[in-house]
């Protein structure tokens, strides 16, 4: 939300709002309650986004001959998980529901958990300022709330739900697109700033928690994608707060920038390669049964 115009912002809520409706009118209190009862899953996910994926982005960033801005925000972004932009790529992976809780958990935590991973690794100088409370309020605002609601009209009204769902999801979709059009000059100018070494330390970054998601995402194809996903896409919002916050932290906001669009074609890839994955085995299914 930070760096945004009017347009800007409006699109991401309006992207956010929409996304988590549709979600939640797809989400009985049964899933939910199936979704955070899945302790082997939430345990998978804590470890990869808080432990492993920050292990790799700080050993990336301090092995790699990396300017100290672009360096300091990728150790920033390593240790700061939940990023807004899963939810438009995982709810493709098969269950909605588990996207969204994911998305939502990391998010949460990521307020309290993460500035205690940057104190481990970033200079004793650097005091971290966290808006803990602001943070709180917008993914509660924007994400919890709208959820809840979807799932209150799922359970009044079910018949209006798997139409009024898409809709939203449709309308969710344009918004996201109409956003990286909008904003496509200033990240990409922000990418060329940065330089392709850096560009191709944080695609690294970006690919290498992909895999980590995967591989600990356990043996469902949906809980794999889920995971790749949530563990590649960082909480770029979260991040750009603190910076603007921590007065040393402000020449990290141009790699912050670039990273938010550098995320996306490797996730979009891998939804586009899990969605070709599933009409294949659908058709195998249909012939298999004949």
């Given at each position: 939300?930070?760096?945004l115009d009017t347009t800007g912002k409006a699109l991401v809520l309006i992207f956010l709002v929409t996304s988590m409706l549709s979600i939640g009118m797809q989400t009985r209190v049964a899933d939910l309650r199936l979704s955070l009862a899945s302790k082997g899953f939430l345990a998978r996910m804590l470890l990869a986004n808080f432990v492993v994926v920050p292990v790799l982005g700080v050993a990336i960033a301090f092995l790699l001959p990396l300017q100290p801005h672009v360096a300091g925000a990728?150790?920033?972004?390593?240790?700061?998980?939940?990023?807004?932009?899963?939810?438009?790529?995982?709810?493709?992976?098969?269950?909605?529901?588990?996207?969204?809780?994911?998305?939502?958990?990391?998010?949460?935590?990521?307020?309290?958990?993460?500035?205690?991973?940057?104190?481990?690794?970033?200079?004793?100088?650097?005091?971290?300022?966290?808006?803990?409370?602001?943070?709180?309020?917008?993914?509660?605002?924007?994400?919890?709330?709208?959820?809840?609601?979807?799932?209150?009209?799922?359970?009044?009204?079910?018949?209006?739900?798997?139409?009024?769902?898409?809709?939203?999801?449709?309308?969710?979709?344009?918004?996201?697109?109409?956003?990286?059009?909008?904003?496509?000059?200033?990240?990409?100018?922000?990418?060329?700033?940065?330089?392709?070494?850096?560009?191709?330390?944080?695609?690294?970054?970006?690919?290498?928690?992909?895999?980590?998601?995967?591989?600990?995402?356990?043996?469902?194809?949906?809980?794999?994608?889920?995971?790749?996903?949530?563990?590649?896409?960082?909480?770029?919002?979260?991040?750009?707060?603190?910076?603007?916050?921590?007065?040393?932290?402000?020449?990290?906001?141009?790699?912050?920038?670039?990273?938010?669009?550098?995320?996306?074609?490797?996730?979009?890839?891998?939804?586009?390669?899990?969605?070709?994955?599933?009409?294949?085995?659908?058709?195998?299914?249909?012939?298999?049964?004949?």
């Open positions: 939300m930070f760096l990728l150790v920033l972004l390593a240790c700061t998980p939940g990023g807004l932009s899963t939810i438009n790529y995982t709810p493709k992976a098969g269950n909605a529901t588990l996207a969204g809780v994911t998305m939502c958990v990391l998010a949460m935590l990521a307020v309290f958990i993460s500035p205690l991973l940057l104190r481990l690794v970033l200079p004793e100088h650097i005091h971290l300022l966290v808006p803990h409370g602001a943070a709180l309020l917008f993914f509660f605002v924007f994400l919890v709330f709208p959820l809840l609601a979807g799932m209150l009209v799922l359970a009044k009204l079910p018949g209006a739900c798997a139409k009024l769902s898409k809709l939203l999801a449709l309308a969710a979709l344009v918004a996201f697109v109409a956003f990286g059009v909008v904003n496509g000059a200033l990240r990409k100018t922000a990418a060329s700033e940065i330089g392709v070494a850096a560009m191709g330390a944080m695609l690294l970054f970006i690919v290498g928690s992909m895999v980590v998601g995967w591989l600990m995402g356990g043996p469902g194809r949906d809980t794999r994608q889920v995971l790749a996903t949530a563990s590649s896409m960082r909480n770029a919002v979260l991040c750009l707060a603190i910076v603007q916050s921590t007065a040393p932290g402000h020449a990290a906001l141009v790699p912050l920038v670039a990273f938010s669009l550098l995320m996306v074609p490797p996730n979009m890839l891998l939804t586009l390669y899990s969605a070709v994955q599933a009409k294949r085995r659908a058709r195998r299914n249909r012939a298999g049964g004949l």
